[in-house]
């Protein structure tokens, strides 16, 4: 069966301060995976999307890391703000068009 | 903007009621589709449509019933629910069905079954 896990499952951080969020998954074939922002009372908003050539995709201060062999993920969330608090989910894309989704980590960033 | 509006945005509702949820999407995508979302849950998809044909139905219990009269709106009917049915319903749409194309996401039902 197709699995995403994300950790941790929620992280507190202080304004100004780095992160990284982590998604190991055993979906196979591997076609893409996207990381989506989901804002509180928002439907998620997709934030980068790598396939399987990629190791590194940027957008703005959020940057995310694709590892295929070892079916890794990071996203590394950069002098953190008040508006990165929401919900970040790791999505994976099996070559039969199947998604399957992580159960997401919710940041908190503290002023 | 994402493009996706979905109407209500909260329904409280007995299981004994009837009730629609509404999806429009502006960006003339091909494809529509019906996730629920519980807390702490990754995403379970529902229903897929492209080009108003229903192409998934992941086991959904008929109590949700879905039509999709065209491209861009989608409802999801709704008849004796259960309270485990609360939770927010989201809607997308993509270009196409492939895992490729990014799917844009409505923000959402709030749904609250008594």
């Known amino acids: 069966k197709n699995q995403v896990e994300q950790s941790p499952q929620s992280l507190i951080i202080l304004e100004g301060k780095n992160c990284t969020l982590q998604?190991?998954?055993?979906?196979?074939?591997?076609?893409?995976l996207r990381w989506y922002k989901q804002d509180t009372g928002r439907g998620p908003v997709s934030l980068t999307i790598?396939?399987?050539?990629?190791n590194t995709k940027s957008n703005g201060r959020y940057t995310a890391t694709l590892d295929a062999d070892t079916k890794q993920s990071s996203l590394h969330i950069t002098a953190s703000q008040l508006s990165d608090s929401a919900s970040y989910i790791c999505v994976v894309s099996a070559s039969d068009y199947k998604l399957s989704f992580g159960a997401g980590t919710t940041v908190t960033v503290r002023a | 903007e994402t493009g996706v509006t979905q109407t209500p945005r909260h329904l409280v509702m007995g299981m004994t009621n009837k009730k629609s949820l509404k999806c429009e999407q502006h960006l003339g995508h091909n494809a529509m589709y019906w996730y629920k979302q519980s807390a702490k849950k990754p995403l379970e998809l529902m229903f897929v449509y492209n080009f108003k044909e229903q192409t998934e139905n992941n086991s959904v219990p008929s109590r949700f019933s879905p039509e999709c009269p065209n491209s861009s709106h989608l409802f999801l009917h709704l008849h004796t629910l259960q309270p485990e049915d609360s939770a927010l319903y989201l809607c997308?749409?993509?270009?196409?069905?492939?895992?490729?194309?990014?799917?844009?996401f409505g923000p959402g039902t709030r749904l609250t079954v008594t």
């Open positions: 998604c190991n998954y055993t979906v196979s074939p591997f076609s893409n």
């Open positions: 790598m396939t399987f050539s990629e």
């Open positions: 997308a749409s993509s270009q196409d069905p492939r895992g490729y194309y990014e799917q844009y």
